[in-house]
């Protein structure tokens, strides 16, 4: 698996965040114009129409963020090293930064002497392939 096949867990969960944002903005709006008699039907159902879209979209993005946590779950639960599975669950389930991860795996790993031992399973596993 490639660093960007691990990290879609990470991408959809920004997705989800950015789409949240904008259903909030949405939904201020519509608050905003909501009980005001020179406000025309069009914008309120323009409005809905758009909050409706945007609840479809982080449904269908948390379902797809779902499977994915799965997915990844699976693969490193089938990792035969302790500390790679460790390393793997930081940084793709949790979502850490090298630093964090580097922290809670402790025996004084760094972040950089973290991120080459996952750097060197990832290269061993693509030319296994």
């Not at 850490?96 to 991120?115: E, K, L, M, P, Y």
Request: one cysteine or more; hydrophobic letters at 35%; proline letters at 1%.
């Amino acid at each position: 698996m490639t660093k960007r096949e691990l990290s879609q867990l990470y991408y959809l969960n920004r997705e989800i965040e950015q789409e949240t944002k904008r259903l909030l903005e949405f939904k201020d709006e519509k608050a905003k114009i909501t009980g005001l008699p020179y406000i025309d039907k069009m914008a309120d159902t323009s409005l809905n129409a758009q909050i409706k879209d945007c609840e479809t979209i982080i449904q269908a993005k948390r379902t797809a963020a779902i499977a994915e946590y799965n997915r990844l779950v699976r693969y490193i639960a089938g990792i035969d090293d302790s500390l790679i599975r460790q390393i793997l669950t930081l940084r793709y389930i949790n979502g850490f930064n090298w630093v964090q991860v580097s922290i809670h795996i402790g025996g004084g790993n760094t972040a950089d002497g973290v991120r080459k031992i996952h750097d060197r399973f990832l290269q061993n596993q693509k030319a296994g392939n």
